[in-house]
């Protein structure tokens, strides 16, 4: 597991939906954006736990905040390990694209040498107009991620941090990655796993249980890692690799988290998420957060789980497992190696 520092300083504008007045919260719930909805090609019937138009809002109205870099600390981060993972690839990728981009968490830390150009993709116009500066020339594509507007075989790269997660149909938005993929072009993705925020789903459970006899989900689902070797195989990719990793941020309480995953963009946008808290849970839900995982220097963490995915498009050119049965050195012959080897060290 690995920590990371939150900013000292709060944004003050960060400010949960419970702690708006009754109206303005609803509103901001429940008020549709002033775009078309980017599900208009969704089939009906679909399984859609997400409403995509409030989380579009959302992230709109994150990054239109006077200093929305204040709450990216986490994207920014694991956009970095991103493209750690394009630049450990010896080559160049004519063109690229960021699936969810924000405001251009990975183009930040990317080079000419290793992308010449890069197409950025989100639903949030408003995160694309203030993305981050890169060197990379950029052309910027308000789209949602489970329909991209563009041809098979397109670009030789595609990475996405931190967005998938809030997609309806996870199954089809990878499908549609492989197909604007060229052959041997590689995918690289991030996206939350099912730990992340394991306290803070807790101690609202909790806190709910005790003083409204009942809970609501408020934090959204997420996918499990048996699952994405499984989902990506089945969309085409081969020559999977699928890790998992832990980042911990401290806070100063459980208002805090919720603030600044607000600030993210992040608040749930599921359709059976309960719009209100009441101030009486969540002071108890503070309570309980701090009494349960609470740091000796009077801080709580918030754990976020990240799942780091590759996969590749096939190509003749690509590696092949060898045939069944063609091998001409037994397991059993592993062991007298290691003896050997140990005996020379001697």
Same mark, same amino acid.
């Given at each position: 597991m690995r920590g990371l520092a939150r900013p000292a300083l709060r944004a003050p504008w960060c400010r949960s939906l419970w702690a708006l007045p009754p109206k303005a919260a609803a509103n901001a719930a429940s008020s549709p954006p002033p775009h078309p909805p980017p599900l208009a090609g969704a089939s009906p019937g679909a399984l859609n736990p997400f409403d995509r138009r409030l989380k579009r809002k959302q992230k709109n109205w994150a990054a239109l905040q006077a200093e929305p870099a204040k709450c990216d600390y986490l994207r920014e981060e694991v956009g970095g390990r991103i493209a750690d993972r394009v630049f450990d690839i010896t080559r160049t990728f004519p063109l690229a694209l960021d699936v969810g981009s924000g405001r251009g968490y990975i183009a930040q830390h990317l080079t000419k040498e290793t992308v010449e150009k890069l197409i950025q993709v989100d639903i949030a116009e408003n995160a694309l107009k203030n993305a981050i500066e890169s060197e990379i020339p950029t052309i910027k594509v308000v789209a949602d991620e489970e329909f991209l507007p563009f041809k098979e075989d397109t670009f030789d790269l595609v990475v996405s941090s931190l967005s998938l997660h809030w997609v309806n149909d996870l199954p089809k938005a990878f499908k549609e990655i492989h197909q604007v993929l060229k052959p041997n072009g590689v995918f690289i993705g991030a996206m939350f796993g099912g730990d992340t925020l394991y306290e803070l789903?807790?101690?609202?459970?909790?806190? =709910? @249980?005790?003083? =409204? $006899?009942?809970?609501?989900?408020? +934090?959204?689902?997420?996918? &499990?890692?048996? !699952? @994405? $070797?499984? *989902?990506?195989?089945? &969309?085409?990719?081969?020559? @999977?690799? +699928? !890790?998992? !990793?832990?980042?911990? +941020?401290n806070y100063p309480g459980l208002f805090e988290v919720m603030e600044d995953l607000?600030?993210?963009? =992040?608040?749930?946008?599921?359709?059976?998420?309960?719009? *209100?808290?009441h101030r009486e849970t969540? @002071? &108890?839900a503070a309570a309980i957060y701090q009494e349960m995982y609470g740091n000796s220097n009077g801080s709580v963490p918030a754990t976020f789980q990240i799942y780091y995915m590759i996969g590749w498009k096939y190509h003749e050119s690509q590696a092949k497992p060898a045939q069944r049965g063609s091998a001409t050195v037994s397991f059993g012959d592993l062991a007298k190696i290691e003896g050997l080897l140990k005996r020379g060290k001697k």
């Open positions: 789903r807790c101690s609202l459970q909790l806190a =709910e @249980l005790e003083r =409204e $006899g009942g809970f609501s989900p408020h +934090v959204s689902p997420f996918t &499990a890692v048996a !699952d @994405l $070797g499984h *989902l990506l195989s089945r &969309a085409g990719f081969n020559t @999977l690799t +699928v !890790d998992t !990793d832990e980042i911990q +941020v607000q600030g993210m963009g =992040e608040s749930n946008c599921s359709w059976n998420r309960k719009p *209100l808290l969540m @002071l &108890a």
